[in-house]
C-alpha cells in the first residue's frame, strides 16, 4: 500500500532521485517516465516463456491431459488397425497374384509343348544329311496303302537292284 | 559299302509289303525278296512274311527249298524261326509246319519242319 501522507508526498516531489533508484530495479520500462514507479511496482507483463510451459493445475487441465492421452491412444489403435488392413491387403494380393501366376502357367503349357516340339523338330533337322531332307525317301506307311501292285513290285525291283549292285 | 538310303527304302517297302492287305505283296516278296542273292533282303523278307501271319506267307518260310527256315544262310534260317518263336497267335504257323512235316516231298524239309514245330511247341 503506498504512503500517502503530506511528507512522503513532498519528499517524492522534490527528491527524485532516490526514486528512481527504486524504479530502475523494476523491468517495467514506463515505470519512470509515466507512472514514476509509484503505482507499478511489480512487472505487469507476462513472460513469453511462461506460456509454453502451462502448469497442470486444476480439474480442467487434468482432464485435458487425459483427453489428450486417450486422443493419442485413439489415433495409435487407428493407426494399428490402419497397418494390420494394409497387411490383410499385401496378403490378398500375394494371394490374388499367386492365383494369377498359377494361371499364366497353365495357359503357357501349350506353348511350352510347342515351343519343345519344335525344339525337337529344328534338332532333328540339324542332325539330318541335307540330301535326306529335300528327298524324304520311302516310308513303309506309305507302301502299306499302296493299291497299285505293279508299281509295288517295281519299286521293290529298284531298289533291290541297287542294293544288290553296290553289294 | 551300301549307301544307307537304299538300306532304308529296301527296308520300308519289304515292311510295308507286309502290311498291305492286299495278297498280291506276298508274291512281290516271294518273287523279289527271297530270291534276293543279299543275306540282309532274304532276312528282311521272310521276317516280314512272318509277321504278317497268313497261310500264304507262312508257307512261303516254311514249305519252299532255300528260302526261310531252309535258307542255306544260318543267319536267314535263324532269324526267320526266332520270328516264328516270336508269334502271339502260334496257330496258323503250327498248322502249315504239321502240313509240311506230313505231306512234303522232300525230307530235309520235312526235318527241318518236325525241328521248328518241336521248338514252337516248348515256346
Redesign the interface.
Known sequence: MANLSIPSIRERIFNTSKHEQTTQRSSNPFAASSFKGNVLTADVFESSTKQSHPAFTGKLKASALVGSISGIGERFQNFINSVVKFGIRAKESVVNGWNKLEGIEISFNPLREKMSSAYNSVKEIMSTPI??IF?K???????????D?TE??A???D??A???A?? | ???K?????????????G??P?S??VT??E???TN???DA?RELTSRALVKRNEHDSLKVVITNKGKGINDMSTIVAMSTINELLSLEDKTEAMKVLTDTVEKHSDEEVRDNARSVKALMALS
Open positions: 540330301s535326306e528327298s525317301g520311302i516310308s513303309s506307311k506309305q507302301v502299306a496303302k499302296m493299291e501292285m509295288a513290285r519299286l521293290l525291283a531298289n533291290v541297287l542294293w544288290e553296290a553289294a | 559299302m551300301t549307301d538310303k537304299i538300306i532304308k527304302n529296301v527296308t520300308n517297302i519289304i515292311e510295308g509289303l502290311q498291305n492286299n498280291e505283296s512281290i516278296l518273287d523279289i525278296g534276293s542273292k543279299v533282303i
